[in-house]
């Protein structure tokens, strides 16, 4: 067997095209440099060749703590050493993790685990219809749920294709695709006329109250309390996807910081700071459909939901949020970040705006407000990438995908955001001496949300 140690990113690039698929996991990865990371520490990734890497990606935003925190580290080593995957049976790691999401989770009187978001939402969804009867979801336009057939449509969505069917992948079920309503984002009055106009036909809504798939565009409170009402009056299960926002704003989600408790919610990512999860969070009538035989059972099964060392990961976690300074201290330097970028967009003379909510950072191409999918298409895409990718040249890690979200951690602090800025005007000044007038150039092609 060929050990990989003394490899650079070149020779351990050309072994990964021979055995994964364009040499990722999927396109949302690919960097458009041969990166090879092979240690990652705090707030930095190191590749093959002994770079050392800003990381503004984050796992996808999993690790709000930093890589290789030692708390999570040592609380999953602990729990490694005296049991492992069961598969039978209750862990006591289960009851102490569930117990402790009750205690965070506005909408949790009881939860469910699984390995990742998108099966979280699958199952929230599949829970919905078992108890409503009913078949048909409605999502918004810009919103990613996961990868299956359910609701993988409609995400950053090519200008033409807004307002109709736009899968993400080959391959899906149109049958079972179809079932899915997409409505604008922020527009209740089109989400109680369909209902109203289709009495008993839909068993949810879900909805991501901060839409970070398409970068950071919020919900208004007046939208999310409107989808409460809409949903208590027609009957319909109204589910909050906090896989991105859960944990990582607040240690009780976006729910928390709004003051509007769905009948169900979905988490993942930084719930376990960098471990494998995923979990249904809601009330207790719903969720105990799970724990029934019988033909009106929900299956709700997997091999490795709920295993030691992410039961672990997540305890550890919780403990490290529950600190009265945490999100203070990453809000500031969210804050902070976003008010310097757009001291530097007003100095250089650039359309753009900062954007973002809490360590979820971005710059939008574009002048003016949003709150619809529909108004981000005024982003330039074509200047959106090659800010990022000349970031990526200097080492500063995240997708390079116009519209995506980049993120902080606990592990970044203001010396590292004050050389990350010095960069960022430097790119910045270049682009506006070579940008001479706006260009609508949305990308056509589809890129790999997570």
């Given amino acids: 067997m060929h050990s990989t140690q003394n490899d650079d990113n070149a020779t351990l690039t050309e072994r990964a095209l021979r055995v994964l698929p364009g040499g990722h996991m999927s396109p949302g990865r690919k960097l458009g440099f041969p990166y090879v990371f092979v240690r990652a520490q705090g707030a930095y990734l190191y590749d093959a060749d002994g770079r050392e890497h ?13 890589h290789c925190h030692p708390a999570i580290r040592r609380r999953v080593a602990e729990a490694s050493e005296r049991i492992d995957l069961i598969g039978a049976g209750t862990l006591d790691l289960e009851v102490e993790a569930a117990e402790a999401l009750v ?43 996961g990868w299956h057939d359910y609701v993988a449509m409609n995400c950053q969505s090519a200008p033409d294709a807004v ?15 179809l079932k899915t309503v997409v409505l604008p984002y922020n527009d209740a009055d089109a989400v109680e006329s369909y209902i109203k106009s289709n009495r008993g036909k839909v068993a949810a809504i879900i909805v991501e109250p901060i839409a970070h798939n398409v970068g950071s565009m919020r919900a208004t409170d007046d939208f999310l309390r409107a ?40 988490f993942g990512k930084a719930a376990a700071a960098g471990y494998p999860v995923g979990l249904v969070a809601g009330r207790r009538d719903l969720l105990e459909r799970v724990s029934r035989t019988g033909t009106d059972a929900v299956f709700m099964g997997g091999t490795f939901n709920g295993t030691p060392s992410t039961l672990a990961a997540i305890l550890a976690t919780i403990e490290q949020l529950s600190q009265p300074d945490f999100y203070p201290k990453l809000f ?21 705006q900062s954007a973002g909510f809490g360590s979820v950072w971005l710059l939008y191409f574009f002048v003016g407000p949003y709150s619809r999918y529909e108004d981000l298409l005024r982003n330039d895409d074509a200047l959106d990438l090659k800010f ?43 682009l506006a001496v070579s940008h001479t007038r706006p260009v609508r150039a949305h990308a056509e092609v589809k890129s790999a949300a997570v």
């Fill in 54 to 66: 800003v990381d503004f990606h984050c796992g996808f935003g999993a690790n709000v703590l930093g």
């Fill in 103 to 145: 205690r965070c989770i506005p909408c949790a009187e009881q939860v469910a685990f699984c390995s990742s978001g998108s099966e979280a939402t699958y199952h929230a969804l599949r829970l919905a219809r078992a108890v409503t009867g009913a078949t048909r979801i409605i999502k918004f336009q810009g919103g990613y749920h």
């Fill in 163 to 177: 307002g109709r069917y736009d899968p993400i992948s080959a391959g899906i079920l149109r049958e079972a695709a």
């Fill in 227 to 266: 989808l409460r009402r809409i949903a208590t009056e027609q009957g319909v299960i109204l589910i909050f996807d906090e896989v991105i926002t859960g944990f990582r704003h607040a240690l009780g989600g976006y729910q928390s910081i709004c003051g509007v408790t769905p009948d169900l919610a979905t």
């Fill in 332 to 352: 500031d330097l969210g804050d902070y970040l976003r008010c310097e970028i757009d001291a530097i967009i007003a100095r250089v003379g650039l359309p753009a």
């Fill in 388 to 430: 990022r990718r000349q970031m990526l040249a200097h080492r500063y890690i995240f997708q390079p995908l116009a519209l995506k979200r980049l993120y902080l951690s606990a592990s970044h602090d203001r010396a590292i955001l004050d050389r990350a800025l010095e960069v960022i005007e430097k790119i910045l000044r270049t």
